[in-house]
């Protein structure tokens, strides 16, 4: 067995490549772009790596190399199922090129987000992921002016020029409420996120409206309750909604945290799913799946989005195809809180 370097020496970078019988050379690609050395040779680098004790200073390789190694990604929120799993996806890519994540929230709050993309960048961030178009032009111009190649994902507009990868909330939303209507739901109402500086949510109650109005009804006949992201929330809403027009046969939420919210109160005010209103989410987190009934709602590829996500991100890093709009599809999952309309 081989010993460690004896002493209180810190190990180096030529300690690792002597270890493993490989160049400095072989080493530092192995640490940097793990794909690019064959299989053999970099196991045998990390075993001397990890039998050595070895760090790499990364400070002074950012100095050198006028990169970090590092991708900043600001969330709306850490409590959403959504961007966790497309998060872990993203991630996993980004170390498979010897990338690493960091990962902050905004909880919504646009000054916040403004300000840690900021912080992100300040620590060397060599690129950023952010969630849907809507932030202050401010920001995208100091992106800009440093320089660090920025995608936008979770949304996904034709008339947008910025890289994305994401999908067409509204045309998403619209196709699952012709299917409400389908059903012969005229009576809807629409539980969403709040729809100031979030594209995503704003887009989803325009599906819908966009649907009604192809279907001959008044778009803003539509009645929408803006409400925080949370169980509760939806709750909260489905009661007002049920108090404010009691004759609703269908409540459309903007994701399926919010529904669940509004299968709960339906149950706890002795209203039964989809008997007497119908309820329907957005994002087919696991838990849509597991509610009582089952939810029916939007299935978004989202890990499939964060693996794509940072490829893409890595390809502007290399300064290669930097302007990719990519679009992924959506479909509907159609499951038992989606019924037909109650016969009069």
């Not at 640490?31 to 760090?55: F, H, I, K, M, W």
């Not at 390789?61 to 970090?68: E, N, V």
């Not at 007002?240 to 269908?250: D, G, K, L, S």
Request: hydrophobic share 45%; glycine share 8%.
């Amino acid at each position: 067995m081989t010993q460690p370097i004896e002493g209180n020496n810190v190990p180096t970078l030529a300690d690792v490549a002597k270890r493993a019988n490989v160049s400095t050379a072989t080493v530092s690609r192995c640490l940097n772009s793990p794909d690019r050395v064959v299989g053999e040779t970099r196991e045998r680098v990390l075993r001397a790596v990890q039998e050595l004790g070895y760090a790499p200073n990364f400070g002074a390789r950012a100095l050198a190399a006028k990169q970090t190694n590092t991708v900043g990604a600001v969330i709306p929120t850490m409590e959403n199922a959504v961007f966790a799993r497309g998060l872990q996806a993203f991630q996993e890519e980004l170390g498979r090129h010897g990338k690493t994540l960091l990962v902050a929230s905004s909880a919504y709050s646009q000054k916040l987000e403004d300000e840690q993309v900021r912080a992100l960048v300040a620590r060397g961030a060599d690129g950023l992921l952010l969630i849907g178009y809507d932030r202050n032009p401010d920001l995208y111009a100091f992106l800009k002016k440093r320089k660090v190649p920025t995608l936008v994902a979770w949304s996904f507009s034709a008339g947008q020029d910025r890289p994305a990868i994401g999908f067409d909330n509204r045309a998403a939303m619209a196709e699952l409420a012709r299917l409400v209507m389908g059903q012969g739901h005229r009576n809807i109402a629409c539980i969403t996120a709040p729809t100031e500086f979030n594209d995503r949510a704003r887009e989803r109650v325009f599906g819908i409206q966009a649907a009604m109005a192809e279907a001959g009804q008044d778009p803003d006949a539509l009645l929408i309750v803006e409400k925080p992201y949370g169980i509760e929330s939806g709750e909260t809403a489905f009661r007002e909604v049920m108090a404010a027009a009691p004759n609703t046969t269908a409540v459309m939420c903007a994701n399926d945290v919010l529904a669940i919210g509004a299968l709960r109160a339906a149950r706890e005010m002795g209203i039964t799913v989809p008997k007497d209103v119908s309820i329907t989410g957005f994002d087919d987190i696991e838990i849509a799946m597991l509610a009582e009934p089952a939810l029916t709602t939007v299935h978004v590829p989202h890990r499939e989005m964060g693996r794509r996500a940072a490829g893409i991100l890595i390809q502007m890093l290399r300064e290669e195809d930097t302007r990719q709009c990519v679009e992924l599809p959506t479909d509907i999952r159609l499951r038992q809180s989606l019924g037909p309309v109650k016969a009069a």
